[in-house]
């Protein structure tokens, strides 16, 4: 997601040097594809803690390493498929390693068509059971819809007519399992109720249209159910640390950024404003708000916050990245 802002904003170098990294440590096809890897590229990220440090304000546990490095999240794939679109759609000329990067293509395709079917732990890396999370299943077919979209773009050979499919079976699945008919809304799972900001992602993605009344409908449910005053809840089910109880910057972001795309801009414009206003001296943001103090919680500064704060701000201004003109589209609408 990082590396997408990065290649919207025109920073194409560190995009590349980012990609290239990427490319080193993505496994031949056949091995497993680590959700996460350390800076160096290590594959093993073993969780311990460290007892005799207290934390900030005695945060405990103070942690080295993440055990989620070993979760599935089938997510992942349509992350970095979606950034290798976005490079041959922009860069293709000039791409040096454009044959690896197909190889990638046609590796994730396979790994995608093995797995999306099963359950996972989900963008939230939930140490719970597995689920059919409708984020990942999401992710799937944006992994499937890209490779396509990348094999027409450079004229490859591909067996085009057997990832269409694919690409139909995994959208048909998404469109009957994912829906909750009772509450009018696409749920966090297959078979749940639960509300999750992650669906606000289906438009941004491609799955269905702003003015797809099923989507609208999934806006309107999860601000009646999550938003408290502009900010987000991520989800409400209780989760590993219990239930929820502060907001999660991204989740404000992605919301605003739905509002707007629904039609509803003047409330998306104003809610942007509050949430700018909620960052620290520099304009930074950590991972979660405080819903009464707008106290900064969790990670920080924190790059999912960032990522989202600079996508809502680019789709607002229409393409507009300029900040003089950026702040006259917003001051006119």
């Known amino acids: 997601m990082v590396l997408s802002v990065l ?54 546990p103070v942690r080295v390493g993440n055990a989620a490095y070993v979760q599935k999240q089938n997510d992942i794939f349509g992350i970095l498929m979606e950034v290798i679109y976005q490079q041959f759609f922009r860069f293709e000329t000039t791409l040096e390693n454009s044959e690896e990067l197909w190889t990638v293509v046609t590796g994730i395709v396979y790994v995608v068509e093995e797995n999306w079917m099963k359950a996972d732990k989900g963008i939230w890396e939930l140490r719970t059971e597995d689920r ?27 067996p085009l007519e057997e990832w269409k499919q694919l690409r139909a079976d995994i959208y048909d699945d998404i469109y009957h399992n994912a829906w909750n008919d009772e509450i009018k809304a696409y749920t966090q799972s297959y078979g749940s109720s639960d509300l999750d900001a992650s669906t606000l992602l289906m438009q941004n993605y491609g799955f269905v249209r702003a003015d797809d009344s099923r989507y609208i409908n999934t806006v309107k449910a999860i601000e009646k159910d999550l938003c408290e005053d502009g900010l987000m809840y991520r989800y409400k089910n209780k989760d590993d640390f219990g239930l929820p109880s502060s907001s999660f910057t991204i ?22 404003g509050q949430l700018l206003s909620y960052s620290n001296h520099l304009g930074l943001f950590s991972e979660d708000i405080d819903f009464k103090t707008k106290r900064l919680l969790g990670n920080f500064p924190q790059a999912y916050s960032h990522l989202a704060l600079i996508q809502t701000a680019i789709n607002f201004a229409g393409g507009i990245t300029e900040e003089d003109e950026l702040k006259e589209v917003i001051k006119t609408d």
Request: some cysteine.
């Open 7 to 60: 290649i919207e904003l025109g920073h194409a170098s560190s995009a590349q040097h980012f990609l290239n990294f990427l490319i080193d440590i993505i496994p031949e096809k056949g091995n497993k594809m680590q959700i996460m890897y350390g800076i160096n590229g290590e594959q093993k990220l073993e969780e311990y803690f460290l007892d005799h440090l207290a934390g900030y304000e005695n945060s405990k």
């Open 132 to 158: 059919h999370f409708t984020f990942s299943k999401l992710l799937c077919w944006v992994a499937v819809d890209r490779a396509i979209k990348i094999a027409e773009l450079i004229h490859k050979t591909a």
């Open 251 to 272: 989740c404000s972001f992605w919301f605003i950024d739905s509002l707007f795309k629904i039609g509803e801009k003047k409330k998306a414009i104003q809610y942007f």
